[in-house]
């Protein structure tokens, strides 16, 4: 049932057999006109909740204006854009494409390039880690090591290691090591968390070794975490960093941000995107990011994130047949299951609840940041009744 029997989409999916036809904050309203709850805020992207109101207003004015330029004119709203991001991070200059895989192919190539322009074309390697998600293209999978069968020879230049191996990281460090790229918080992995020790370890061993660090906080940032970016503050910053989802508040965008010496070999002619820095895009995204970037959005992410773990940590003690381990931080949250995920994902959704899978039988909790207290609250009482159902499914009820 997860599709039309005569659909014409790509079966590359599989998909649930519901659609939503409006939403609101954190709410959906599906077909059937049934209300749900939306804490997967369609992968991390829907950062500000469905059909907020300065986002409207943001993407209807411009597209009554103009909605595309190409990148052959200025563009004033992406020069702000990219200034606002600068302001806010690490990063002296931005580049804007379309998704966080092509975010993530600009910062790959930036890397290999960088090398080249200081003469030392043979350093194009990129370390990578295991349970990484970069997304699809060919360079991504390649990265990640991940969703290959099939699809010819994989690109060269990838070195994989464990999660969280730093005797392997540093074996796998050789002459023609360019880059390590790495999430600080694995998403599609399984919400497994980077500890700040060992992203400042990433740093010195990149120094060290003049290698380029690059972080991919495709879902990560953007305010996910209680920071506007989930690297800050830990005393580690990149030289290259990737971003979409949450970016476009559910426009499509990604940019990748890099200092001025990391960016030092891209110059004209070496990359570009038609649809990259849309005029559409960047009304939606300047309007994100001058929301995210108030103190006061952050702090309301960090005290509802405090709110939702408390109530998650209990829920995790109340049903020791069902969950796991709590893990994640901000809004980006994961309950390591007992029982597949799968079932706990269909079992949310029957209490009109919209969580997500990620690997290592993770269920996901990404809402969108502007969630209440109630609303956490109201997730949590839906997962609880959900964990219910799956107990009597399995037979576990009354055995703790
Ligand atoms: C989603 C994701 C990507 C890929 O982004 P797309 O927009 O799907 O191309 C890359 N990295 C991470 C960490 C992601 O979560």
């Not at 702000?80 to 991070?89: F, G, T, W």
């Not at 030392?120 to 090591?145: C, D, K, S, V, W």
């Not at 029957?350 to 109630?374: C, E, F, W, Y």
Request: charged fraction near 20%; aromatic fraction near 6%.
């Amino acid at each position: 049932m997860s599709q039309p029997v005569a659909s014409h989409l790509l079966p590359t999916y599989n998909r649930a057999p519901i659609a939503f036809e409006r939403g609101e904050g954190a709410w959906l309203e599906a077909t059937n006109g049934e209300r749900y709850l939306d804490f997967g805020a369609g992968v991390a992207v829907t950062a500000l909740g469905h059909a907020h109101p300065a986002l409207v207003k943001a993407l209807t004015e411009q597209a009554q204006k103009v909605w595309h330029n190409s990148n052959l004119y200025q563009s004033p709203q992406g020069e702000a854009l990219a200034a606002k991001l600068c302001e806010n991070s690490f990063a002296d200059v931005v580049f804007f494409g379309n998704s966080g895989a092509e975010a993530l192919e600009c910062a790959m190539k930036m890397a290999r390039k960088f090398h080249a322009a200081r003469g030392a074309p043979e350093r194009y390697r990129i370390i990578t880690f295991e349970g990484a998600f970069h997304g699809r293209t060919m360079a991504n999978l390649a990265a990640q090591n991940k969703y290959l069968e099939g699809f010819g020879p994989p690109l060269e230049g990838f070195d994989q290691v464990p999660f969280g191996d730093h005797k392997a990281l540093e074996a796998a460090i050789g002459p023609a090591t360019a880059a390590i790229l790495i999430e600080p918080i694995q998403g599609e992995g399984g919400i497994r968390v980077v500890p700040p020790q060992c992203l400042r370890g990433l740093r010195a061993l990149c120094d060290k070794h003049g290698l380029l660090l690059i972080y991919d906080e495709v879902q990560t940032g953007i305010g996910r975490t209680g920071r506007l970016f989930a690297h800050q503050g830990q005393g580690a910053d990149p030289d290259i960093m990737a971003v979409a989802k949450g970016l476009g508040g559910g426009f499509p965008m990604g940019a990748c941000l890099a200092t001025k010496a990391a960016a030092a070999g891209m110059v004209a002619g070496t990359h570009g995107s038609t649809f990259g820095g849309n005029a559409l895009a960047m009304a939606c995204g300047n309007t994100v990011i001058d929301t995210v970037t108030d103190p006061a959005f952050l702090e309301h992410v960090r005290h509802v994130a405090l709110n939702l773990r408390q109530r998650l940590a209990a829920l995790h003690d109340q049903h020791p047949h069902i969950f796991a381990e709590l893990r994640g931080e901000g809004l980006m949250l994961g309950l390591r299951l007992k029982v597949p995920v799968a079932e706990m994902v269909d079992a949310a959704r029957a209490q009109h609840l919209l969580v997500i899978a990620a690997g290592d039988n993770v269920v996901r909790l990404l809402p969108p940041l502007i969630i209440t207290d109630a609303e956490a609250a109201e997730a949590v009482a839906r997962l609880d009744r959900a964990a219910t159902a799956l107990e009597r499914a399995h037979h576990l009820e009354g055995v703790a």
